[in-house]
């Protein structure tokens, strides 16, 4: 898959683990249209240049036994805190490079409130998504204030004690007052023209 064409998706980008936003050196890679190995050599580069007060804590290799046509194989790759990343990915130059780089900030970002609203188990977010093919596309907020309904339904939520105020009642049927007498101007006209 190319990450590039996922900028819309920062769920795939970066990934909450425990208490920490993360990425690693795969989806770098793949996301920047670079190759794997030259990634993990310029980590390597980073890892012995950099103080290892500021490595350790945002540069984690994993590495991982596969089966690689008929033998095992052992596959590093690395887990990037966004300051790992952030440190990693300033020399990537040009416009492009820099238009990646604010993209997956905004996924680190994105992640981090994820993160922040696991660790308020009382506060709730409410989400209306859009499904097609069997993945979310697009995903909105929905507030305490709002709800999505169909127009069936519709009229039994307004006949539920409490569910509206007086006020938004009187509101609701001021404008419905208004279309009925609208409708039926509009049903006058027509029958004097036949």
């Known amino acids: 898959m190319n990450l590039q064409q996922s ?7 970066v990934f909450i683990n425990g208490q920490q936003t993360i990425t690693n050196s795969l989806i770098v890679a793949d996301y920047f249209g670079k190759k794997h190995c030259d990634v993990l050599r310029k980590i390597d580069r980073i890892l012995v240049d950099a103080p290892n007060e500021f490595t350790s804590t945002h540069f984690c290799v994993n590495v991982r ?3 690689v046509g008929t033998s095992q194989r052992d596959l590093k790759c690395y887990h990037l805190t966004k300051d790992g990343f952030m440190f990693l990915v300033m ?8 238009e990646l780089k604010i993209n997956f900030i ?3 970002n994105e992640a981090q409130k994820r993160l922040s609203r696991t660790q ?5 977010q409410r989400m209306m998504f859009t499904w097609e093919g069997g993945k979310i596309v697009s995903s909105q907020p929905i507030h305490d204030d709002q709800f999505v309904t169909s127009r069936d339904k519709l009229v039994q939520y307004m006949r539920e004690p409490r569910f ?3 006020e938004q009642l009187l509101e609701i049927s001021e404008a ?3 279309q009925i007498a609208t409708l039926a101007r509009l049903a006058e006209k027509q029958a004097r023209l036949r």
Do not use: D, V
Request: hydrophobic fraction near 40%; glycine fraction near 6%; aromatic fraction near 12%.
């Open 65 to 67: 036994n596969q089966q």
């Open 91 to 98: 020399g990537f130059t040009g416009a492009k490079a820099a």
């Open 164 to 166: 509206l105020s007086l």
């Open 106 to 108: 905004n996924a680190f």
């Open 176 to 178: 419905a007052n208004q």
């Open 120 to 124: 308020h188990p009382f506060e709730r």
């Open 7 to 13: 900028k819309n998706y920062p769920a795939q980008l």
